[in-house]
């Protein structure tokens, strides 16, 4: 592995499903991150943990939820899909709480919820 | 509350000079980001500013006025593989980016 996966490329979704959507770095980051991306808007911020073993809300929180067991996993579970999350979900990772810390994307899911 | 500003499409000649710009407001200030984003892709950084005045890397350079809560990314000598929206990004005071919905750069021959 070589930066941060993410998996599935894409999926279809049928409304009250579970689904979770799986996020690897192998950078030894401590930050990650989960946006999703919808046209016209900005990346908006779902969840992030700053560190293995905590977890943050972020703008956009309502309808998921994650884990940060270890330092490279994140995963982001929606616990019962409904079509205003369909969208295209980026996980990044940066090295931690600095202002110069950019942070690295991963290839992004595209979830498709009907 | 917090927002970013920036134009929603811009369309350039390949060779020129664009400038694109960005007005930020967040809840503390931790730095200005852009970020190019092909089309299907993920974004890639391109530059961080959290001083005033103006960063230049290879054909791209940056510039922020912190006064002013504006940056603008100059790109020179265009190439048709520009082509990609450009997104700006301020860091708050939570280390948090505020992203801006992105600008579409379009390069003609």
């Known amino acids: 592995i070589a930066g941060i996966t993410q998996a599935p490329t894409s999926q279809i979704l049928a409304a009250g499903r579970r689904m979770t959507l799986r996020c690897t770095q192998d950078?030894?980051?401590?930050?990650m991150y989960w946006y999703r991306q919808d046209l016209g808007l900005g990346l908006r911020l779902i969840h992030y943990?700053?560190?293995?073993?905590?977890?943050g809300k972020g703008e956009v929180p309502d309808g998921y939820s994650v884990s940060r067991a270890n330092t490279d996993d994140f995963p982001l579970t929606l616990a019962s899909a409904v079509p205003s999350q369909t969208s295209v979900y980026f996980c990044?990772?940066?090295?931690?709480?600095?202002?110069?810390?950019?942070?690295?994307f991963g290839p992004g899911t595209r979830l498709t919820v009907l | 509350g917090q927002n970013i500003d920036q134009p929603t499409e811009m369309t350039a000649t390949e060779g020129a000079i664009v400038q694109i710009n960005c007005t930020y407001q967040t809840s503390g200030f931790n730095g200005l980001f852009w970020y190019q984003q092909h089309a299907g892709e993920a974004p890639t950084f391109l530059s961080y500013?959290?001083l005033d005045g103006l960063e230049e890397k290879g054909r791209f350079s940056s510039f922020l006025s912190r006064s002013k809560g504006y940056s603008y990314l100059l790109l020179k000598e265009l190439q048709m593989k520009d082509s990609a929206s450009y997104l700006c990004?301020?860091?708050?005071?939570?280390?948090?980016?505020?992203w801006g919905a992105g600008t579409k750069l379009i390069i003609k021959p």
């Open positions: 990044a990772s940066s090295g931690g709480l600095a202002d110069y810390n950019e942070q690295f």
């Open positions: 990004a301020g860091m708050d005071s939570n280390y948090q980016l505020i």
């Open positions: 950078m030894r980051h401590n930050a």
């Open positions: 943990s700053n560190t293995a073993g905590t977890t």
């Open positions: 500013n959290v």
